[in-house]
């Protein structure tokens, strides 16, 4: 039996180099160059925007193109679009013809150098409007330009706010084009939960009468109506991509139009996909053509961060998201590759017909054991693997592990009105006197990184860190100066207060129970008793951070392209947003103010850089560590690429595009 098992092990091995040497040519035939990727699980639905793995992920980023994307050193760079820009519109609307023209009059006579300082670009009529383009949003020259044409001919616009519920909207869009409403009615647009805002040149008492009147006739109960402002003329951001020419095309040939970025943006919000910048597309008031190849997105408030909502965004072709195909069709992309076979596995080439003849095709297979990938990998027939959970495969010699970008980390939120955490002696000191570099390598095999305290690693405008030091000796000395004695049991106490907290995690986590254990044994050596508590996840939120029942919690959160903070740090969002760690500093208010308004982006690193500062110093929360997923590499078949680099992400798209046919040749196995 022994002789048995023993011979049987190099049949075994041949068996399954059979099979690697048959998937590659079911997958390959007539291009023995295809590059061979192994997946983590199952081969992938494709959904754009709804991934489950970075490995489907990047596949999704090689099919389809969004309007901007990020470079290699995590710069915007253009995709679709080839240039974008934004400007301020301004509109302003008058009772007559003989009004608005003394109007546009009393512009005419605004000295050219005045205008040039007003950063007026452009003056035009739209029925009994006067719109006014300024080069930039938030310039200073609107106030001025406002009050040159104040008069009593002007219509001031009002703002309110109806809290109406979602079965009410379609009365509301009939009571807005309504041929005696229409012309008065200058905006109308919605929330998710169906409230909504409209902009009108009644007055608002005017307009509450007719509505109610109105909503009653359709069967509709009257809601809670509030005015908000009362301005001179409507101030909107407005964003314009000028799509490349002749370049971008669909696999059917036609090109790509703003018809498809309109639908895609209306088919994701009517979806509800969890897409990054998404608080973006909120603000959105109408996405429209000018010419052919131009998109205006208008917005409806001052919200410089939106830009960041078309970054690595996917846009689909408008006839596909009109008429889907019954069943799971991957839709058409106009990435560089497209899918020319599905099956059990997955076949990519590029689109560009020459492409295709000079460059390899991809091969994606799904998982198979362990033994399988190594007997593929060794006899040179396997080229990208990703590892999943594994580390079995993570010993190979013939592969390099690079990097992908990181998507989430875990982060130590403290309760600012907690008791004992409030003082911020405490918090510096359990900074201090935590090793991070331990959490990595006991608590998590290496296969994490540090965490950064908000930004994502890696953009042009994240602030670079020099982590957080681990200095025992420095805690100790922070919680003396400030009245915390360790006692002859070795507790800190201070008016015979001992220094404890509970921590929060969520239950059957391991990963985050084996953490917060470490961190605890760590902080024990500071005199600091840590009493940990898991809780159901669905209570979490609910239960005991949103009423801020806690001292402090381990909380999960993914980065974001979006450099919009004011949601976890802003006092305005204590209440009714995501600050949980009840942080109310007037200071940090500003700078996320100024930050999240910024539309031009060569200031983002200045701005960003100023409110991690700042929350470095007021330390309402402690970054522990982030996720590293992996891409394996046969050294063999990308011997350009170098040794990996923790900072520098490798994503397929730069090793497909990077890598010249010359590169890509098969080569011996042991070569």
């Known amino acids: 039996m022994k002789r048995l098992l023993i011979f049987g092990i190099p049949l075994v091995a041949l068996g399954v180099s059979g099979w690697a040497a048959w998937q590659v040519q079911q997958g390959a035939r007539g291009q023995p160059e295809a590059i061979v990727m192994m997946l983590p699980g199952e081969m992938p639905k494709l959904n754009p925007f709804l991934p489950a793995t970075e490995a489907e992920r990047q596949i999704l980023d090689l099919l389809h193109e969004p309007l901007i994307r990020l470079d290699g050193q995590g710069r915007l760079a253009p995709g679709l679009a080839e240039s974008w820009a934004w400007h301020q519109r301004v509109t302003c609307w008058f009772p007559s013809e003989d009004s608005l023209q003394e109007a546009q009059r009393r512009l005419a006579e605004v000295p050219p150098k005045t205008r040039k300082t007003w950063e007026l670009e452009e003056v035009t009529t739209q029925g009994l409007s006067l719109v006014l383009r300024f080069s930039r949003p938030g310039t200073a020259g609107v106030q001025p330009a406002l009050e040159s044409l104040a008069s009593e001919a002007l219509l001031p616009l009002t703002f309110l706010r109806l809290d109406t519920a979602a079965a009410a909207r379609s009365a509301l869009e009939e009571y807005a084009q309504a041929p005696e409403h229409a012309a008065s009615t200058v905006r109308l647009w919605f929330d998710e939960d169906g409230t909504c805002e409209l902009v009108t040149t009644s007055a608002w008492l005017q307009v509450r009468e007719t509505l109610a009147a109105w909503l009653l006739q359709k069967g509709q109960p009257v809601p809670k109506i509030t005015p908000l402002a009362e301005v001179a003329g409507l101030l909107e951001p407005v964003l314009e991509f000028e799509l490349h020419a002749g370049r971008n095309a669909w696999p059917d040939g036609s090109p790509v139009t703003v018809a498809d970025v309109k639908q895609t ?25 000018e010419g052919s190849t131009t998109v205006r997105v208008t917005y409806r408030r001052n919200y410089g961060a939106a830009l960041a909502s078309w970054v690595g965004f996917p846009i689909l072709q408008a006839n596909w998201l009109n008429e889907p195909p019954e069943g799971d069709e991957t839709p058409p992309g106009s990435g560089r590759w497209q899918v020319v076979r599905k099956g059990r596995g997955l076949t990519l080439q590029p689109q560009n017909e020459q492409d295709a003849a000079a460059v390899p095709s991809l091969r994606i297979l799904p998982a198979s054991g362990t033994l399988q990938a190594r007997v593929a990998l060794a006899a040179g027939s396997l080229d990208i693997l990703w590892p999943g959970e594994g580390l079995e495969l993570r010993q190979e010699s013939s592969l390099d592990y690079h990097p992908t970008s990181p998507h989430n980390r875990l982060m130590i939120l403290w309760n600012l009105r907690s008791s004992l955490l409030s003082e911020l002696p405490v918090r510096e000191a359990l900074a201090l006197g935590l090793n991070r570099q331990t959490l990595l390598a006991e608590g998590l095999g290496g296969q994490a990184r540090l965490a950064e305290p908000l930004f994502t690693p890696g953009l042009w405008y994240a602030p670079k860190t020099d982590g957080l030091p681990f200095d025992q000796a420095r ?10 004695l360790r006692d002859v049991s070795g507790v800190a106490k201070k008016g015979g207060q001992a220094l404890e907290f509970e921590l929060l995690i969520t239950t059957d986590n391991r990963q985050r129970e084996q953490l917060a254990q470490m961190m605890a044994a760590q902080w024990k050596q500071l005199g600091v008793r840590v009493k940990i508590t898991a809780v159901d996840p669905s209570e979490l939120v609910a239960e005991r951070l949103a009423p801020g029942k806690f001292d402090a919690v381990i909380l999960g959160l993914n980065y974001d392209l979006s450099w919009d903070q004011v949601a976890l740090w802003h006092s305005g969002q204590i209440s009714s947003g995501l600050n949980f760690a009840q942080l109310a500093d007037p200071q940090m208010d500003r ?3 100024a930050l999240v308004s910024e539309y031009d982006v060569s200031q983002l690193p200045a701005r960003a ?20 997923q992996q891409m394996g590499v046969r050294r063999a ?26 590169s890509l040749l098969m080569r011996p196995p042991n070569e």
């Open 591 to 593: 700078l996320l103010e």
């Open 265 to 289: 943006v209306e088919h994701v919000k009517r979806q509800g996909y969890p897409v990054q910048g998404r608080e973006g597309f909120r603000h959105i008031q109408d996405i429209s053509a």
């Open 475 to 484: 805690a100790l000395q922070k919680l003396e100066a400030a009245g915390w």
């Open 637 to 662: 078949r990308f011997p350009a690429l170098g040794a990996p680099d923790l900072q520098r992400s490798l994503t397929l798209h730069s090793l497909l595009r990077s890598s010249s046919p010359q």
């Open 609 to 628: 850089g100023a409110v991690q500062e700042r929350f470095m110093n007021l330390q309402p929360a402690l970054p522990l560590v982030g996720d590293m």
